[in-house]
C-alpha cells in the first residue's frame, strides 16, 4: 500500500482534466453509482468524444469510478495523445473485446453498464464471450449519455454559434455567385468548398440542393438539375466545426417567384414565426409542432407537410428532443432546436425554411441570423 | 382463387426488376428457404441500396418469398418511388416496428431474420415487443448481405472505377494548384470541391490531409499547418459516386525531398508492390499481409506500421475482407481491396501509399492509376 502510494508520487503527474470534461464525467459516475455499475462503456464516437474530448474511430472508452481507458488501436494512439493526455490509452492487440476484459479484470469490475441503442447485437454478443470468464456482468443501462447531451453549455453553445456561423457566410458566398447554368452539384460542392474553406471539417450532412420539382423531395441528393430564370432552389445544409453542427433550410427563387410557391413560402414562413414564439422552456415539444401543423393544415396543406417540425442538434445532426406531434416530453432551457416547417407539392415542388434557436426560460433564441423575407429570398440575375 | 388471378391480371402491371436487383434478391432468398425463414428484415441502408436501389434513411426493408417492403416515412416515399418502383413502400404511421408487425401479420410470417451487427440491441428490443403479439420470431441470422456483397459484378465494378476516377482527376488538379501556404483545411475543401465538381456525392470519408509530422497521425484531421518549402503532405481521400467509394493515399514533397522521408517513401513503396504482384484469388489475406509487413520490418520499422495492410471497399468504406495478419481466409475473384502499406515515426512524419485493386484468378488489376514514384511526389514549387 505505502509502496503503491510513494510510486504514484514519484510518478509524472498526470496532466489535468479540463473542467467540462470533469462535470460530464462526475455526471456520468454519479449515475453509475446509483445503478451498482463499476464500470460503464461509451460505444458510441460522440458520446466518447463528448466525455473526453477523444475522437478516434473503432474503438470504446470505459469509464472506471476513478479512471478513464481509451481502447483503440495504433492510429488513434498519437491522437489520444494530444486530445486526452489524462486519460489512460489502451491499444489493442488481439481486439478491442480482448483489451476491455483485461481492463475489467485488472480494476476487479463486477457489473459494467452499456447503452443498447449505442452498441449492435453483435458488439454486445462478442463482449459477453469474453467478460463471462472474467466474471464481469453487462448490465442494460439505457440513455445516460443522451441524457447528458439534451441541454448544451456554453463551451458548447459557442461553438455550435460558429458551425451556424460558418453555415451561414459561406452560404452567402453562394447565393452573391450563384448563375443560371450552375446544377444542383455545382452549388453543393461550392457550398462545402466555402464552408471548408472557413474551417468547418466537413458538412453536418450531405447537403441538399435541389431545383424546381426536386425540391418536392424532402431529402433529394444533388444531382443534374440546373438553375434557371424562374427556377425555386431549395438548400439544405450545416457545417461541422469541433464536431457541433448547424442545420438551415433556405429557399432561393432565381429572378422571379413563382406564384404558387409565393404562397407554399407565406404558410411556410408563418408556421415558422407562429412556432418560434411559442417556443420556450417547460412547453411541450409536441405542443410547438402542433401550432406550426395546425397553421398549415388550416391552410389546407397538412397532408403536405409530413415530417416533424424540428429535432435536437449537437454533436450529431439529430438529437433528442424530437420536435413532433409524438412527444409529450417539455422542452428544457439549454436545449438547441431546429425548428423547419415544410410543405411538399409532387410535381411542383417544397418549400421549408429552417432556423437552430436555443431554448429558454422566456422564450428562446435565434441563434441562425439569414433572413426569411421573401424580398431576401429573391435574387435577380 | 380464380378471382385473384383475374384481379392480378386486370391490375397495373408492375415495373419490372432490374436484373442486377432480381439476381441479388434471389441469393438472399436461397438463404432464407435453407435456415426456414419467411422474412429478411435488412437494417443497413447499404444492404437495401444493394438490394432494392433505394437510398433512404430511418427505415428499414423486409423482404419475403415474394415481395419486398420499404419501410420508410413521407420524406423518402418520392425517392422511393423513383429508386424502387416495383417493392411495396410503407409509409409508416406511429412507427416503422408497428409497419414491421402489421406486415408480418399480413403476410403470416412465423420467422423474420436479422443480422446481428447490423441492428442495435435497443431496436432489436423494440422490434420483439411489436412481433410477440402478431406471433412472429426473430432469428439470427448472421452474414447473409456481407457474404452477397464480397464479390463484385461488373455494374458494381464500374461504378467503382469511375468512382476512382473522380478522386484522381481531382487529386490531379489539387496537384497542379497546391502552393506555399495554403493549409491542410483548404487543400481539404479543395480536393472535396474538385470531387464535387466531377459528380461525386461526397467524399468516401472525412479527407485527411497531413503536412509533416502530422502525417505520423494515420487519421489526421486537417487543420491549420500550412505547406512550406520542403514540406512532405500526405492525402488520404476518395469519392462517393453512386453509393460506391474509392480510397487512395500519396505524399507529396514541396520542392525537395528530406532526406528520411526518401528513404521511408522507398520502403513503403518496395512493400507495397510486393504485396501487389502477389495478390491473387486463393492466396490468404494474411498472407498478402506478411509480404507487406515483413519488407517493412526487415528494414527496421516493423512497429511503426501499426495497422492493416488493407480492406474491402465498395458500398462501404471498409468492407470483408480485412487485409490483416488475423485474416487467414483466401482472397476470392471479384474482391475489391486497398493495399495501403505506412511507416509512421511520431515527430517526424508518415508516409502511407493506397491504391485499390481487384482481385482476379491469374492476380490482380490495379484500378487505380496515379502515379507512385518518387518523381512524380516531386512538386517543384
Redesign the interface.
Known sequence: MAKAKQKRRAGRSRPRIPETIQRRLASVREVMAKRGLDGLLITARTDQYHLTGF???DGMTLISPRQVYLLS???????AKQEAPWATFVKRK?SVADELAKSARRCGMDRIG?M??????????GLRKVLRPVGTKLV?T?DVTAKLRVTKDAKELETIRHAIRIAEEAFLAVRRSIRIGQTE??L???L??E???R?A???SF?IVVAEGPNS???????GKRVVRPGSAVLFDWGARWEGYRSDLTRVLFIGKIPVRFRRLYEIVLEAQQRAIRAVRAGRSAREIDGIARSHIANCGYGKEF??ALGHGLGLDIHETPSLSS?NPAPLESGMVVTIEPGI?V?GLGGVRIEDDLLVTDIGCEVLSTLPTDLGWALVDK
Not at 216 to 222: G, T
Open positions: 475522437n478516434g474511430e488501436d495504433f492510429r488513434f494512439e498519437e491522437a488481439k452499456y443498447p441503442d449505442r452498441i449492435t447485437v453483435a458488439s454486445l454478443d442494460r439505457a452539384q455545382d453543393a460542392s461550392r462545402n468548398y464552408m471548408g474553406r474551417g471539417s466537413g458538412p450531405p418536392a423531395l424532402p431529402h433529394a441528393e444533388p409530413g415530417h409524438r411538399y409532387p
